[in-house]
């Protein structure tokens, strides 16, 4: 029998949610007109047509790329120009058939991973923009794309649109860690705090975000003296430093409490890229 938290029982974890955001996607795609399929999504450009297909076409090629490397083939690589000309083919499905693949790939590949030993799960071998990524790995980013494209897709249309709490406890130790790269780097200059943030909820607890010389830090622990203190939902945590909080309206609702400086919190909704 497995022991608890192994690595298997892990992407057993990670694979339910994905095919569970995906599944909610493609129903919710589906109830949708051809003007809803091309209404925009939270992702300034792109569609909401466009927003799935990408997730069509990103769910076959990493699913390629991690195959290719745990049988030792090459791995093939797709420069920006051949990715988009892929998630352009895959947009030319009809409807039905592209929500239809959204769950099939997803449901495929985590077949795949649920089959393999702890050893290929957690050996760092499968070459990505972002550095050698165990498959383990491949499928936390998965996650991440699938639940926060789902969000995309909602936020327009619904402003209570939230991560579910229980996969932002998955997506949060991956998330967090990375996160001071997604700062913006205009909006940290001359920015000199560090925040408290409260998390509530799964993977929740303190988190300080230090910003200071241009760069900003994000860590899990809330030991060192902050000059702000923040208390907001794990999930939305993960939303605000992936770009994803109409901040003003967070603080005015009362979802985002704040002992300190309200315009220090609107300094890192703006450092994040929100809204």
Not at 165 to 192: C, E, H, I, Q, Y
Not at 238 to 245: A, C, D, Q, S, T
Not at 257 to 272: E, N, S, Y
């Amino acid at each position: 029998m497995a022991e608890a938290n192994s690595p298997q029982q892990q992407v057993a974890a990670v694979g339910d949610a994905v095919v569970a955001e995906a599944t909610a996607l493609a129903t919710y795609a589906e109830s949708l007109d051809p003007a809803g399929w091309e209404a925009p999504s939270w992702c300034e450009g792109w569609s909401v047509h466009e927003v799935v297909s990408h997730l069509v076409e990103g769910s076959e090629r990493f699913a390629m790329q991690t195959r290719a490397a745990l049988a030792g083939e090459t791995v093939p690589e797709f420069t920006v120009e051949e990715r988009t000309a892929r998630r352009q083919e895959v947009k030319k499905m009809p409807f039905d058939t592209l929500v239809n693949e959204l769950v099939r790939r997803n449901t495929e590949f985590f077949d795949y991973l649920r089959a393999l030993p702890a050893a290929d799960l957690t050996r760092a071998n499968v070459p990505l923009p972002a550095g050698l990524m165990s498959a383990g790995q491949v499928a936390l980013l998965r996650l991440n794309e699938t639940a926060l494209h789902h969000w995309d897709c909602l936020a327009p249309t619904n402003p209570e649109a939230a991560l579910k709490a229980a996969t932002a406890g998955l997506m949060a130790d991956s998330v967090l860690p990375a996160a001071g790269r997604l700062a913006k780097k205009d909006a940290l200059a001359g920015v000199n705090t560090v925040y408290r943030c409260d998390a509530s909820g799964p993977g929740g607890g303190p988190v300080t975000i230090t910003c200071r010389d241009g760069a900003a830090q994000v860590a899990r622990g809330g030991d060192a003296p902050a000059d702000v203190k923040l208390r907001l939902p794990t999930e939305m945590l993960l939303r605000l430093v992936w770009g994803r909080v109409s901040v003003e309206r967070e603080l005015n609702d009362g979802v985002i409490r704040v002992d300190g400086d309200k315009d220090a919190v609107r300094t890192l909704g703006r450092i994040f890229g929100n809204r």
